[in-house]
């Protein structure tokens, strides 16, 4: 069956443009995670929806960085102002509610120039 | 605060060989366990979980890690590996099924033929 989709896999941009990243979760699935990997890290949490309810956004790094997820399905991340310290992976995972694991997309590679 | 620690950033290992990824983790409450991989340009994908019952606990591809809450560690565990072994192993921590995830750093499994 399909799996976590995100679009765009790669994305260049130059510092000050605002980029947006989208993830498609498994159908159905309720929870939605988005996490930030740099290179040679692990991933780190960044917000959390339940249905369209964000209910943890304290990873986010600064008020550049704004999540949503509206209908409850297809989520967006957008980083405003862009900078070089923003370059890593952004992953996003989806799980059924309470089920304990978290099914990861193949994430987008943001590069800062 | 819950942390993990993942006490080895590479591990090079004879192919056939058995090998142990080390991972200890802090946390003020009880937690579920997890070790996720990422092969070469792929997303994460989960090897096992620990969420109650038997502390021992088998994953896909041969794997197993056991959960030893007094001394807080949660070791990833495989008899014999292969070359299709060779992939970044993150050992990950949450405090309820459906919680943001704390990762590790991450230890590279390096097979040697």
């Known amino acids: 069956g399909a799996g976590v989709s995100q679009s765009p896999r790669y994305k260049v941009a130059k510092r000050g443009q605002d980029v947006a990243l989208r993830c498609d979760p498994i159908?159905?699935?309720?929870?939605l995670f988005w996490y930030q990997q740099a290179l040679g890290q692990g991933p780190e949490f960044l917000t959390y929806?339940?249905?369209?309810?964000?209910?943890?956004k304290s990873g986010l790094p600064s008020d550049r960085f704004f999540a949503e997820r509206p209908e409850g399905s297809v989520s967006t991340l957008k980083i405003q102002r862009t900078q070089q310290e923003d370059s890593a992976v952004y992953l996003c995972?989806?799980?059924?509610?309470?089920?304990?694991?978290?099914?990861f997309g193949p994430g987008t590679r943001l590069t800062v120039t | 605060a819950q942390s993990v620690t993942q006490l080895d950033s590479q591990v090079p290992v004879f192919e056939e060989a058995p090998v142990e990824l080390r991972c200890n983790y802090s946390s003020s409450v009880s937690v579920y366990l997890f070790w996720y991989v990422q092969y070469p340009n792929q997303g994460l994908q989960l090897l096992l979980k620990y969420l109650s019952g038997s502390t021992l606990v088998k994953g896909i591809n041969g794997f197993e890690a056991e959960f030893n809450k007094s001394q807080t560690s949660f070791h990833l565990r495989k008899p014999s590996v292969h070359i299709s072994d060779t992939a970044e192993y993150f050992c990950a921590v949450s405090e309820g099924r459906d919680d943001k995830i704390i990762f590790g750093k991450g230890t590279r499994l390096h097979i040697l033929p």
């Open positions: 929806f339940q249905n369209e309810a964000q209910l943890d």
């Open positions: 995972a989806s799980s059924l509610d309470r089920s304990g694991e978290q099914y």
């Open positions: 159908s159905g699935h309720v929870s």
